[in-house]
């Protein structure tokens, strides 16, 4: 690896979470996703252009390729399927109109199928497979041990950095402080957006960066000071997480918090025991944060986000009822097409025309009148690739953590719990998209995810 390739690393790093211009664009990330996408295909052309100049590729494979390769292969199959084959259009009318109008002729299905399947495709080339490829193909290659390991060092305290800069940022926010825009951001109640757009992308991204930064925060070759700064990073990360009242992250983290706890009492006796000092004060830290949140502009405190979800027992509450009637439509999709699903990427385009029945239950008419993603990552794999795609998602899942937990036994002991820490991580914001957030599918939080399990794959 060259200089300018680090540097091309560093960018796709730095700049697409932080650079985020609101109001520029109908859709506030269309910079965002453009600036991302542009960087890893002009890495992977740089890349391949030295690779043909020196006559050979290095590539390398880890046991989470074959699942990953069999599943993205198989949800792009499954929108070919739908580009091509028979379709039960539910208002056919639509489709001969568009046929029959004069100087257009267009079959409106087949145009739209195309258009939301190849933007999803190209999501999941780029977005996914090569922003994986970077760090569980192509840093390996590049670099011997010893290199590869002072590289991504650097690369986590980039990341480091620029979750830093955001989490403070939207606390900032949440507390009406605002000193890049001319005018306080408010879209979401209260919750801040920072340079991401949205509340629940932030919190998916810092949940990783919280779990990857307790590896360092414990390491037996931290000095007290850059302890003290991992600390001081961890508390920003976690009341940013907390401001955003996202609670699906909340649970995510739990869950991740939960995981590298669980391996520190069964097999890291010697770190909690060393360190308790530290973790007591990370412990308390986040406590007393959490339950002695200030109210939000929008009414909101971490307790009463908690106990309102209680009222959707006597009441019409969005986001429990919404998220049900597109439980239920994408449920309605899995029973139509139960072997390969609706296509891979056509979930919103479908999804209006299995949500027109349940408006017919008065609770459900209030509310908004389409959904881009099921909210639930398993409805959302479920609903678009079928049962075979679920099979080969939950597959790849599966040999992620038992990789995972099985590199850490083999690993000298200073270094056991970084495969943990990176799984535990991994599965965070898997349970974060699974009770609610949309995060693995869109640009920004999407790649750290993908960028993670790239690094699990090269240890």
């Known amino acids: 690896m060259n200089n300018f390739q680090k540097y091309i690393i560093y960018a796709l790093l730095l700049f697409p979470p932080i650079v985020f211009f609101t109001d520029l664009t109908r859709n506030p990330y269309y910079f965002q996703i453009f600036l991302l996408n542009v960087l890893i295909l002009f890495f992977w052309i740089v890349h391949l252009l030295r690779a043909f100049k020196s006559g050979s590729i290095k590539w390398i494979f880890s046991p989470l390729d074959k699942p990953l390769l069999s599943f993205c292969i198989f949800a792009s199959f499954t929108w070919l399927y739908a580009q091509f084959a028979g379709q039960s259009y539910h208002i056919p009318e639509a489709i001969e109109h568009g046929k029959a109008l004069p100087g257009f002729g267009m079959d409106y299905l087949r145009s739209s199928i195309f258009s939301e399947g190849s933007k999803k495709f190209m999501f999941t080339l780029v977005n996914m497979l090569m922003a994986y490829w970077i760090t569980a193909v192509f840093v390996p290659v590049s670099f011997n041990r010893q290199e590869k390991e002072k590289f991504l060092n650097t690369t986590w305290g980039l990341l480091f950095f620029v979750g830093f800069i955001a989490a403070f940022y939207g606390l900032l926010q949440y507390f009406e402080i605002e000193f890049v825009w001319g005018k306080v951001l408010n879209p979401f109640g209260g919750r801040p957006v920072s340079t991401f757009g949205n509340p629940n992308f932030m919190s ?151 949500q027109g029945k349940y408006f017919f239950n008065k609770i459900y008419r209030q509310f908004r009148t389409h959904a881009n993603n099921a909210h639930n990552e398993v409805l959302e794999i479920w609903s678009q690739t079928g049962t075979i795609g679920l099979g080969l998602y939950l597959w790849f899942l599966t040999t992620m953590v038992v990789y995972g937990f099985k590199i850490a036994s083999g690993l000298p002991e200073e270094k056991k719990l970084f495969p943990v820490v990176v799984t535990a991580g991994a599965v965070g914001m898997f349970v974060d998209n699974f009770f609610g957030n949309v995060s693995i599918h869109f640009c920004v939080p999407a790649f750290l995810y993908w960028w993670n399990m790239g690094v699990l794959s090269q240890l």
């Not at 991992?230 to 918090?257: D, E, N």
């Not at 449920?331 to 209006?352: A, C, H, Q, S, T």
């Open 204 to 354: 998916s991204y810092l949940l990783i960066l919280f779990s990857v930064a307790i590896h360092y925060y414990l390491s037996a070759g931290t000095s007290k000071v850059k302890r003290f700064i991992v600390l001081v990073a961890l508390v920003t990360y976690f009341y940013a997480i907390v401001s955003t009242m996202t609670r699906s992250t909340w649970v995510g983290l739990f869950v991740a918090v939960g995981i590298i706890f669980a391996y520190l009492v069964l097999k890291g006796r010697d770190i909690l025991a060393r360190e308790i000092k530290w973790l007591v004060a990370l412990a308390l830290f986040m406590a007393v944060g959490f339950l002695l949140w200030p109210k939000s502009t929008g009414g909101y405190k971490t307790i009463s986000r908690i106990t309102e979800i209680g009222s959707a027992a006597t009441r019409p509450y969005g986001p429990v009822h919404q998220r049900l009637m597109i439980y239920s439509s994408a449920w309605d999709m899995v029973r139509d097409k139960p072997v390969i699903g609706r296509g891979w990427g056509l979930f919103e385009l479908f999804y209006p025309f299995y």
